[in-house]
């Protein structure tokens, strides 16, 4: 059944958005051949992490579209995927308890700034309403996996590259963390480059996704933004 209400936001009529189907899933999934092409013509060898990246996403979208009313009661298990997620299929290179490092990093600072943002930022009452943060947190963890995942990978890379810098600092008596702060201070720049980036260009040339959604959805503009 399609929906023809008309929602009246700032003044501004607002046409209710048509139903999808699945020839529009299917057109902008499309898209992702265009990046197989490319990539095959400069040799990226990326076709393979395309493809699978693009199943996973359908396929974790649809689940996510079907079992949501549950994930609230699971918003623990959304964390440790994002740990597997960094810490097993995305870095190239592991340590031993990368898994709960990563897990209590992305879980702990993704609900902390969740509960603090819901409660003082945008006024949740309760502030763990489930139709409000969810979207929230699911933004929140993919930002922090983004930052962790870079941060991780520096971390490691550093260190592998740096090996004969830092058996000689240790050899000469220098402490863990006088060893590895040069190489924390560049993994924390790196992994805080994309957020700033993204603060740097928001309303001017990007629209935040939950802006996009709230407004596509007829909320006034004001209250979007």
Do not use: H
């Amino acid at each position: 059944m399609e929906l023809n209400t008309t929602v009246y936001s700032g003044g501004v009529s607002l046409e209710a958005a048509e139903p999808l189907s699945w020839s529009n899933v299917a057109l902008a999934a499309s898209l992702l051949g265009v990046n197989v092409i490319i990539s095959s013509i400069l040799r990226l060898k990326l076709e393979t992490q395309i493809v699978v990246a693009g199943v996973r996403c359908f396929v974790q979208l649809s689940l996510l579209g079907l079992i949501l009313e549950r994930v609230f009661a699971t918003e623990r298990v959304l964390g440790g995927l994002a740990a597997l997620e960094v810490s097993e299929w995305t870095a190239k290179r592991t340590v031993k308890g990368m898994f709960w490092i990563t897990f209590t990093a992305i879980f702990g600072s993704a609900i902390s700034v969740g509960l603090i943002g819901s409660m003082f930022a945008m006024n949740f009452d309760p502030p763990y309403t489930a139709s409000k943060f969810i979207p929230t947190m699911g933004m929140l963890f993919g930002n922090t996996m983004v930052g962790v995942s870079l941060g991780m990978d520096s971390v490691l890379v550093s260190v592998d590259t740096r090996r004969d810098i830092v058996e000689c600092m240790l050899c000469y008596g220098a402490s863990r963390w006088e060893t590895v702060w040069p190489i924390a201070v560049d993994a924390a720049r790196t992994a805080m480059v994309p957020s700033i980036t993204s603060m740097g260009i928001t309303g001017l040339i990007s629209i935040p996704g939950m802006m996009s959604g709230q407004i596509l959805g007829g909320a006034d503009v004001m209250d979007a933004a």
